[in-house]
């Protein structure tokens, strides 16, 4: 039975459709390995006695069915337990369920569990979460990324065929890449953002953990669509295409200086490993060359404005009134709110809405916010100008292997550089893969972990994006796997 | 109203309009009033975590023909912004309205410039139970989000009337034309139309502004004259005291006709207004333009106009037959009857004079004044008949109030009833000259006073000639044959 866990969620979809294997039998396989979490990876399991969770779409055919997905715990699931990894909404059980999760449903993928996260999507370790902190399958006492962790641990970790989670500057390239996994954010607009929990409205993004690119198109294929209640939701023209592309000949990568060899705090290993990618990109046909994006370097400190700003805003509603915690005081309104917003948030949160609400405050409007948006109106005109003359471009998704628990706590500034190379693309909104590009050791020794590598395309250039991705990965043939997983 | 000696007000209004659209602002729950709380919810209009809004198209369909009846300049192009903001009312924490590029903008109706025309969402509605009826010194307070996410439409003059009366009678021309638009139901009592004031004072002739203070709560067209007044004496005072008008804003107390400042702490408010990154930007299509303006009735102050220039109705009669829909459709049914009945002519001005002031007043005294004429016995058609006979001096005006006191009360053809009652004017100068030698033997003392010069005293004796005739003689031409007489005049 123990096999199953082997095969990615395409192979098993196709054996299900062949009649080969049943959609009971995969998803109990499943539910047992995700009842052995020891990673802390999910937040709510579906139980046996949850047998209202199945599959509910019609009978056609899909590329899914069948295929139990891992949400991350920021989609609401009626019914079922929502908390953001926030203790604010402990025991919220939403009224309604997103709209990517209805797709998925819709194709007859089922609801495996609720992924562990940083709470409300803050975070690049996972340790910001209010329910603890998730492991890294590589390495228990590692980091698994952030702030989809939960999902990224859960696949790696075979706990998990798959996994949805949501991207705002690297939440799911940047864990993908620590977990040695396929990590794909797409264009904004692609996937309707109805019922996903808001952290930074402008920049957030669902996407896909998975073991390989063809599960990413799968799930993106099932997911993405214009959606009535998202208005900033476009879909993608055309679909998306299985990928099947063998080289890279006549496609031409740009390399970033400014995200590659000058990024701030690039590994040796890292960097080492980032071209032998170049090199397998080159041996598949691919072009590559050096190029600037001049205004890159700003977009850390674009996004720790307008990022904060919004979710100040966002996170305004979780009050005590309607839903979630809520800490009645001496009687007093004001005090309510107070203390259900202190014991409910935890202190990164509260950082961000403290930065977010100076950032919008009168008299700081144009300094910060109004400065940090023309910045990104740059960093748009940058990307625009390089897929002028490139196809792609290719840069490490993290600047470092995984880290160590604890290890950047204490310095929110070095965790938000976890986040350097990937957070410019999420303020042009355009299309992100995370692949994994071997292993490293991290500077100053330690185990080998898994590195990335990041393609980024232009907006809704999602088929030829995965097509690319899928020569490269097989060009890698990465097939390591965590110690003690099924197939190690 | 006393100002100090040379100061004049500066009176601006700020007017919210709930629009009666099917459903909300940026969901698909249903409008209601009076419904049970808490029915008309959904996880948008509960702020529930992951929810989104959806701007509701009909909405800005309204919006955009509010825009075009003042007069605006639509926006190609508006965007939404969020209002933050910590209270029950408002789940989100944050209010979806516009802010720098409004749907609609420099507009103008009756004289006063309207500055903008945006569209929002309202907040829920509080109960706060105890006494003041406030949040502050209530027991507690419960909030019905039914109202929460109603499409609004904000309107915002510029500081252009100026004084208590005429911000009264400029707010009743805009419910007036808003209510004709059919947009909104217009209802002060039920909320539906809200007035908030700013108001200052200077002294006449000053371009700059003085310090404003802003008026809400005033719930009904009277309350918002009182309170404009009240705090135009109460700034006076200040002024006159030799102290600085303070900004502030108060809460009209319709039980008291006061006004008391609010807490600063209710309204110092840094609201971080910034673009809602959840909705795209509003871009009216042609078409939706295009519907707008054909969906534009005649609005009140063309109507006025047209009253004026085409009927030649005096100015007063025409606003008040313009700005009342439902006087000025009764007066254009008249009119038209008038002219359908091919009668020489219209008198389109005396038609318009008796309609606001013989029926209205007859109509009050019957106790029907609250209906208005359009509910009332009298058809249009039977009032212009009445209008044509009384011009044509088939009858004397009197005989026409008591004509139309039989058809308040009962309804009917003024004809017949003349016929009936014999109040058709006297035609025979014969029969009257006979009347009048009548009534002149009658007065002696009075007939006396006029020979020897007293014109004053004709009275009794006109008097005595109007009952022998029951009205039915023109009181010009009795006045005129007893003159004759008595060899004055």
């Known amino acids: 039975m123990s096999q199953l866990l082997e095969l990615t969620a395409a192979q098993a979809a196709s054996r299900i459709a062949a009649g080969e294997l049943t959609a009971e039998e995969y998803l109990a396989t499943y539910a047992d390995a995700a009842a052995g979490d020891d990673l802390n990876a999910y937040l709510w399991n579906r139980g046996p006695d949850d047998e209202g969770q199945a599959a509910t779409g019609g009978n056609g055919e899909t590329p899914i069915r069948g295929v139990p997905v891992a949400i991350k715990d920021l989609f609401c699931t009626e019914g079922v337990p929502t908390t953001a990894g926030s203790r604010i909404l402990e025991g919220y059980r939403p009224p309604y369920t997103a709209t990517a999760v209805r797709r998925l449903d819709a194709a007859g993928a089922q609801l495996l569990g609720k992924t562990n996260m940083d709470e409300f999507g803050m975070g690049s370790s996972n340790e910001n979460s209010g329910y603890g902190a998730v492991r890294n399958p590589w390495d228990a006492k590692r980091v698994p990324g952030g702030s989809s962790g939960g999902s990224a641990a859960a696949v790696a970790g075979r706990l998990a065929p798959c996994a949805i989670g949501t991207d705002t500057g690297g939440s799911i390239r940047q864990p993908a890449s620590l977990c040695g996994i396929v990590g794909l954010k797409p264009t904004y607009g692609a996937i309707s953002r109805y019922g996903m929990i808001a952290f930074a409205s402008s920049l957030d993004q669902c996407g896909t953990l998975t073991r390989d690119v063809t599960d990413a198109a799968l799930l993106l294929g099932a997911m993405e669509g214009r959606d009535p209640c998202d208005s900033t939701s476009v879909g993608i023209e055309g679909g998306v295409e299985r990928p099947t592309r063998e080289d890279l000949s006549g496609l031409s990568f740009g390399v970033p200086r400014e995200l590659s060899a000058e990024a701030e705090g690039i590994e040796a290993g890292v960097a080492a490993a980032f071209e032998r990618a170049l090199g397998t990109i080159r041996e598949l046909g691919g072009e590559v060359d050096e190029c600037e994006l001049p205004n890159c370097a700003h977009g850390l400190s674009a996004y720790y404005v307008i990022a904060p700003a919004e979710a100040s805003a966002n996170l305004a509603r979780y009050d005590g009134v309607r839903f979630g915690l809520r800490s009645d005081g001496d009687g007093d309104l004001v005090d309510m709110y107070e203390r259900t917003r202190d014991l409910g948030f935890g202190a990164e949160v509260k950082r961000r809405i403290m930065l977010g609400t100076y950032a919008l405050s009168s008299g700081y409007y144009d300094a910060y916010y109004g400065r940090a948006q023309r910045v990104r109106t740059r960093i748009v005109e940058d990307f625009a100008g390089a897929f002028e003359r490139f196809d792609f471009l290719v840069t490490p998704t993290s600047p470092t292997v995984a880290f160590e628990l604890g290890a950047r706590t204490a310095d929110p500034l070095a965790m938000y550089l976890s986040d350097y190379c990937t957070v410019p693309m999420s303020l042009a909104g355009i299309p992100a893969i995370s692949i994994p590009a071997g292993l490293a050791e991290p500077d100053g020794g330690g185990p080998e972990l898994p590195v990335g590598l990041q393609i980024a395309a232009p907006a809704f250039a999602e088929s030829p994006l995965l097509a690319a991705a899928y020569a490269i990965e097989r060009g890698i043939g990465f097939e390591a796997l965590p110690a003690g997983v099924v197939g190690a | ?489």
Not at chain 2, 80 to 101: A, C, L, T, V
Not at chain 2, 205 to 218: F, P, V
Not at chain 2, 281 to 291: F, G, I, K, N, Y
Not at chain 2, 401 to 409: G, I, P
């Open chain 2, 1 to 489: 109203m006393s100002l100090p000696e040379g100061y004049e007000a500066v009176i601006g209004l700020e007017i919210h309009v709930q629009l009666s659209t099917r459903t909300k602002m940026f969901c698909g729950c249903a409008l209601s009033f009076g419904d049970e709380p808490n029915v008309h919810t959904c996880p948008i209009c509960l702020a529930h975590p992951g929810s989104l809004p959806v701007v509701n198209e009909k909405a800005v369909r309204y919006g955009l023909q509010i825009g075009l009846a003042l007069g605006c300049e639509i926006a190609p192009r508006s965007i939404f912004h969020r209002k933050n903001y910590f209270y029950p009312d408002n789940p989100k924490g944050y209010q979806i309205s516009q802010y720098d590029i409004p749907l609609a903008s420099a507009g103008r109706l009756a004289g006063v410039r309207i500055h903008r025309v945006h569209l929002e969402e309202d907040a829920a509605k509080m109960i706060h139970l105890g006494e003041s009826g406030r949040i502050h010194g209530s027991a507690s307070s419960l909030v019905d989000f039914n109202r929460g996410g109603t499409p609004l439409v904000e309107i915002v003059t510029e500081p252009d009337l100026r004084d208590a009366a005429q911000a009264r009678e400029w707010a009743q021309l805009l419910r007036t034309t808003v209510k004709q638009l059919g947009v909104s139901d217009v209802n002060m009592e039920e909320g539906s139309l809200r007035c908030d004031a700013n108001v200052s004072i200077r002294r006449a002739g000053d371009e700059e502004l003085g310090t404003k203070t802003e008026l809400k709560n005033m719930n009904s067209f009277r309350f918002l004259e009182r309170g404009i007044e009240a705090e135009l004496e109460r700034q006076g005072a200040v002024v006159e005291a030799g102290d600085q008008v303070a900004q502030e804003t108060f809460h009209f107390d319709p039980r008291t006709g006061s006004l008391t400042p609010l807490r600063s702490k209710e309204y110092a408010h840094d609201y971080r207004y910034f673009p809602e990154p959840d909705l795209v930007p509003l871009a009216p299509t042609e078409e939706m333009l295009r519907e707008a303006r054909s969906a534009l009735p005649e609005l009140p102050d063309e109507r006025r106009h047209r009253y004026e220039t085409e009927l030649g109705v005096p100015e007063v009669t025409a606003r008040q037959l313009a700005f009342d829909a439902e006087l000025g459709e009764y007066f254009e049914r008249a009119v038209q009857a008038a002219s359908d009945s091919g009668a020489a002519d219209v008198h389109a001005g005396a038609i318009a004079n008796w309609v606001t002031g013989e029926l209205i007043a007859r109509l009050r005294e019957s106790g029907d004044g609250e209906a208005g004429p359009g509910s009332s016995k009298v058809s249009p058609e039977a009032l212009a008949r009445l209008v044509d006979m009384v011009e044509t001096k088939q009858v004397t005006t009197g005989a026409a109030r008591k004509v139309l006191a039989a058809l308040v009360d009962q309804g009917g053809d003024p004809a017949e009833i003349v016929e009936r009652e014999g109040l058709g004017q006297m035609s025979d100068e014969g029969e009257l000259e006979a009347i009048v030698e009548r009534a002149i033997e009658a007065e002696p003392a009075a007939a006396e006073k006029v020979r020897s010069g007293n014109p004053k005293a004709i009275g009794p004796i006109v008097g005595a000639v109007m009952r022998e005739t029951k009205g039915r003689a023109d009181g010009g031409d009795v006045t005129r044959l007893i003159q004759e007489k008595l060899g004055a005049g």
